[in-house]
């Protein structure tokens, strides 16, 4: 058991450095933030997204963690469940601008944060596909 990872202090820093005026005016980068808790992936992520966007989650993009293998075994849990109700070790997803998803995951690594590219918004109706 691990003390809870607090996300409070990393994206402060990522909204400041990433979302701030440019050439342009008013830049944006981070589009939506999903804490994923109870209700996983499929019930989270909705609530940040348009409703004609989908978000596509590919699975095999992170890895699993050993306690979600142990409560799909010994639980009789399916995988599906897993996804809804559990967060498959993802703590948080941030929707950010394809031209700064680079940079935006290298900065939360160097702040010593876990992170990966899991995922793409596509046009769609307001729902999470895991593929």
């Known amino acids: 058991m691990k003390v809870h990872v607090s996300y409070g202090p990393l ?3 990522v909204l400041n450095k990433f979302n701030g005026k440019g050439s342009s005016g008013r830049e944006w980068h981070v589009k939506g933030l999903a804490h994923i808790t109870g209700g996983g992936f499929v019930d989270n992520i ?5 409703t004609n966007c989908d978000v596509i989650l590919r699975k095999t993009s992170w890895p699993e963690l050993p ?5 799909r075994e010994n639980g009789g849990v399916a ?3 897993l996804y809804q109700v559990f967060n498959m070790g993802i703590g948080m997803v ?3 601008s394809q031209s700064k998803a680079d940079d935006i995951l290298q900065f939360a690594r160097s702040r010593k944060h876990n992170g990966w590219l899991i995922g793409e918004v596509t046009r ?3 729902i ?3 593929i």
């Open 124 to 126: 769609g109706k307001g």
């Open 94 to 96: 941030l929707i950010v």
């Open 11 to 13: 994206v402060q820093q």
């Open 46 to 50: 909705p609530r940040v997204l348009p």
């Open 128 to 130: 999470v596909r895991l």
């Open 67 to 71: 306690i979600f293998k142990l409560i």
């Open 79 to 81: 995988e599906a469940e």
